[in-house]
């Protein structure tokens, strides 16, 4: 990956639990995004968090921003089916484009 | 609400042929970016445009070019097609260089298979 690795790239849980997902980046940044995508389909933006944010909620989706490790985790409450997907987070800097990580596989099971 | 229309949304070539993606963004939307997803791989950043000019460029090969229309959609040429080109091309776009967050809007993607 350009930019740094999620962790695990596969996760599988039942429906209701939470589900964590972490990623780790290479360089010093303006925000940090999350997306989502549904095999082989387009991204879709889930949050930001700002390089001055240490965490932010948005619904079932809560994210935190660590910019001494250069790490970020997204948690996903009270999983559903529908949660079935790869999450990314994304990066950006002063050349504005977005950096991926390696991305999440998430398989949430009925 | 519109969102970004990618066209066509499957192509298959053989070695050595060309392709030619479109993008077009959403309404007002004058910054346009194009990635490539390989087969369980991150989307890489090809190349970006503001305003009808080049703004950023990743790692786009040079049998690749792209550019972006008075209207502001954008098209992606590639020539000699190699196997690895097979992949998901996305175009995300965005209004403003330096809109203050960065969230792109990405659309469907097209589906490259080089045989």
């Known amino acids: 990956s350009q930019q740094g690795e999620e962790d695990p790239q596969a996760l599988s849980i039942q429906e209701g639990e939470n589900a964590t997902m972490n990623c780790s980046y290479k360089?010093?940044?303006?925000?940090l995004q999350w997306y989502r995508q549904n095999s082989g389909r387009g991204l879709v933006h889930l949050i930001l968090?700002?390089?001055?944010?240490r965490e932010k909620h948005s619904g079932r989706l809560r994210v935190t921003l660590d910019t001494s490790k250069k790490s970020s985790s997204l948690l996903i409450t009270a999983s559903r089916a529908a949660d079935t997907a790869s999450y990314f987070c994304?990066?950006?800097?002063?050349?504005?484009?977005?950096?991926f990580g390696q991305g999440t596989r998430l398989t949430i099971n009925p | 609400a519109a969102g970004v229309i990618q066209s066509p949304r499957h192509l298959i070539k053989e070695k050595r042929e060309t392709a030619t993606l479109k993008c077009y963004p959403i309404p007002r939307h004058d910054t346009v970016y194009w990635y490539q997803q390989g087969p369980g791989q991150d989307p890489q950043f090809l190349i970006s445009f503001y305003e009808k000019m080049q703004s950023d460029k990743g790692s786009i090969p040079d049998r690749f070019s792209a550019q972006q229309f008075s209207d502001y959609h954008s098209e992606l040429n590639m020539s000699s097609l190699e196997l690895g080109d097979s992949a998901l091309y996305f175009c995300a776009s965005k209004q403003g260089e330096s809109s203050g967050a960065n969230v792109l809007t990405f659309g469907a993607g097209s589906r490259l298979t080089v045989l």
């Open positions: 994304a990066t950006d800097a002063l050349t504005q484009k977005l950096v």
């Open positions: 360089t010093s940044i303006n925000n």
């Open positions: 968090i700002r390089s001055n944010e």
